[in-house]
């Protein structure tokens, strides 16, 4: 880790301690140890670093491309649509709630 993210890492860990030591006068010290972990995760985020992005991209090299076969959506020849009679998706949906259900689909 450069020396730069190290002072930044450091520099959130001593504010986060002033907090909490502030929270502790005050009386709200449980409320800032919940903080606490969010704050110091957020703090590289916000410097534009992600907390183990170089064993991420480690692992992103290692790993093969994945090859997915190509699959043909022509039909065969002779082979006809099924039609589908009951509704699905949307559709199901709007006939449960239709006062009056949409018109049949033409069979032409």
């Known amino acids: 880790m450069p ?7 450091l520099a959130a860990a001593i504010g986060m301690c002033a907090l909490l030591a502030l929270g502790a006068l ?3 010290a449980d409320l800032l140890a919940y903080a ?8 590289p985020l916000l410097a534009g670093r992600y907390v183990g992005e170089e064993a991420l991209e480690r692992l ?3 790993r093969p491309p994945a090859r997915r076969p190509r699959l043909s959506r022509a039909l065969p020849q ?7 009679l009951l509704p699905r998706g949307g559709r199901l949906i709007a006939e449960a709630l239709a006062v009056r259900p ?6 032409s």
């Open 78 to 84: 002779g082979a006809r649509r099924i039609a589908v």
């Open 3 to 9: 020396v730069r993210h190290q002072r930044l890492l």
């Open 102 to 107: 949409p018109p049949l689909p033409s069979s």
């Open 26 to 28: 005050t009386g709200h």
């Open 36 to 43: 606490g972990p969010v704050c110091l995760l957020a703090l």
């Open 60 to 62: 992103r090299r290692q």
